[in-house]
């Protein structure tokens, strides 16, 4: 079936210590997001792909950077994570416009030690 | 990007129907309403998606007012495994961008 598929589901890192987040899609969509949900919030925006092209919101901390190598994958690395960054991140896909709809992965949950 | 304001929680029992309103006062012309929801530790689900009128499938029914300023997203007869958050969304333009709202807590009682 067409998904979209994060790994890992759960990941552990330490204070300070690089860590990647994949994502990765079967439906051929143009646009990939990821959004951070922290406990009891809704999922909030970090950046996303239109095709190559990358969008960065506005309040997304530097820490936070993004890959996108082709249409399939798509990354979100942290370069030094922090015990606020402990949530958890989802990956989302669209056809882009006007279609709209999102369809999202099942998310990776970070813990930070 | 719109706003969105929904009630933060709502009980209700098994078989009823129920009713979730969301109001967008500066919905954008080419903006679609959309409502998703989130089972915890998943990612969220597309459920229905509307432009105005009134729109039907087999999940639920999205009901629009002419002027679109609210929604309101119709559940039949909800069972337990309906317990959710179900976000109110707008979105369109050229990036299809998601601003979640806080969504509505949905609490369904035997």
């Known amino acids: 079936d067409a998904m979209v598929i994060q790994n890992p589901r759960y990941q552990v890192t330490q204070f300070g210590k690089p860590v990647t987040l994949s994502c990765s899609q079967t439906?051929?969509?143009?646009?990939m997001y990821w959004y951070q949900q922290k406990s009891s919030q809704a999922p909030k925006l970090l950046f996303h792909y239109y095709d190559k092209d990358f969008n960065n919101e506005a309040d997304t901390p530097d820490n936070f950077q993004s890959r996108r190598p082709n249409t399939s994958f798509c990354f979100l690395d942290i370069r030094s994570p922090g015990l606020g960054d402990a949530a958890m991140y989802l990956c989302?896909?669209?056809?882009?416009?006007?279609?709209?709809?999102?369809?999202f992965g099942p998310g990776t949950r970070l813990t930070v030690l | 990007l719109a706003k969105t304001t929904q009630p933060i929680s709502m009980d209700s029992y098994e078989g009823q129907e129920v009713n979730i309103t969301c109001s967008h006062n500066?919905?954008?012309?080419?903006?679609?309403i959309t409502w998703y929801q989130q089972f915890p530790s998943q990612g969220p689900r597309f459920i229905i998606q509307g432009y105005k009128t009134k729109v039907t499938n087999e999940v639920a029914s999205l009901f629009i007012p002419a002027d679109r300023k609210s929604s309101t997203l119709s559940l039949p007869r909800v069972s337990l495994s309906d317990t959710a958050v179900y976000y109110c969304?707008?979105?369109?333009?050229?990036?299809?961008?998601?601003?979640f709202g806080t969504g509505t807590l949905l609490a369904v009682q035997p």
């Open positions: 500066n919905i954008a012309t080419n903006d679609y």
């Open positions: 969304l707008v979105e369109g333009g050229a990036t299809n961008k998601l601003i």
């Open positions: 989302a896909t669209s056809r882009g416009p006007p279609e709209g709809t999102q369809y």
């Open positions: 439906l051929n969509h143009n646009v």
